[in-house]
């Protein structure tokens, strides 16, 4: 799983603009975030999400706090 992706998938999620269960709907929000995600990709995320979570950090930057 590359960063990228991770991140794009928490732009998704943070966005509200859909269930997260809904795996086609995440994905084309994603490509209007800029990355294309696969079903594999999602599902990957989903189950490892506290893994890839520790690893790439969160999205939010210490400014906006």
């Given at each position: 799983m590359?960063?990228?992706?991770?991140?794009?998938?928490?732009?998704?999620?943070?966005?509200g603009?859909?269930?997260?269960y809904d795996?086609?709907?995440?994905?084309?929000?994603?490509?209007?975030y800029?990355?294309?995600?696969?079903?594999k990709?999602?599902?990957?995320i989903?189950?490892?999400?506290?893994?890839?979570k520790?690893?790439?950090?969160?999205t939010?930057?210490?400014?906006?706090?």
């Open positions: 590359t960063k990228a992706k991770f991140i794009t998938f928490e732009k998704v999620r943070k966005s603009l859909t269930n997260m795996i086609n709907a995440v994905r084309l929000i994603a490509i209007k800029g990355e294309m995600l696969s079903n990709d999602c599902f990957d989903m189950l490892n999400y506290d893994k890839y520790i690893k790439y950090g969160s939010n930057n210490k400014k906006h706090r």
